[in-house]
């Protein structure tokens, strides 16, 4: 379960591509059921792929995994998944939002517009991780994150399926933490600290201003 002192973090932001199933069932399988924060995540997919991961996720995740809807608000204890050939992202006021803008980084949905806008969103109340998978789609939203003062936490690339992504974000980020995909669940527990509901409130907070 969650332990730690709370540090004010509104949402995790996290993007993987190739091996990303495998890395989302170990990252949402090591949150508990009343993880204070919402986690809103991009995988690659083709534009074509049927809209199935939410289900294939859920059967191991204790948090609820959900495809996203356009216009829905943030809540604790859930995680959003972008669709297939949509860019997902956070408005100012906490809800989501798709486009069919240009693919970034030959991707659509894009980690970069997902992690880019939810850094405008919520500043220094982010958390943003890059996993498994190829390409460099993520590395400069990372580093958008961070700037904004958000909490930067990338996939060793030794422990990951595929290693281009983490390694491209390590060289463009001065990352918090660099861990194996098991100690990334624990550590988000610790950083959204022992009162649950504080998460919550910050995000409400956010929400009206």
């Known amino acids: 379960m ?11 932001v996290a993007g993987v591509s190739m091996g990303g199933v495998e890395a989302l069932r170990v990252l949402l399988g090591g949150l ?59 408005e100012r006021d906490g809800t989501l939002a798709f486009s ?14 997902l992690f880019e806008s939810a850094a405008d969103a919520f500043g220094p109340g982010l958390i ?20 904004k003062g958000g909490l930067a936490i990338i996939q060793d690339p030794l422990d990951a399926n595929t290693d281009s992504m983490p390694r491209s ?11 194996a995909l098991a100690e990334i669940a624990p550590l988000l527990c610790a950083l959204a600290g022992g009162d649950r509901r504080t998460g919550c409130r910050r995000l409400e907070e956010h929400r009206n201003g």
């Open 100 to 113: 069919v803008d240009t693919p970034v980084n030959y991707a659509r949905p894009s980690i970069d517009v």
């Open 2 to 12: 969650c332990s730690g002192n709370s540090e004010g973090y509104c949402a995790v």
């Open 32 to 90: 508990p059921p009343d993880f204070p924060l919402p986690v809103i995540i991009v995988h690659h997919t083709r534009p074509d792929s049927a809209s199935d991961l939410a289900h294939l996720l859920n059967a191991s995740a204790t948090v609820a995994v959900k495809e996203a809807d356009e216009g829905e608000r943030l809540e604790s204890g859930t995680a959003y998944l972008a669709p297939p050939n949509y860019h997902l992202l956070v």
């Open 128 to 147: 943003g991780i890059i996993l498994t998978g190829a390409g460099s789609d993520g590395s400069k939203g990372l580093k958008v994150v961070k700037d």
């Open 169 to 179: 974000a390590i060289a463009a980020v001065t990352a918090d933490h660099v861990l």
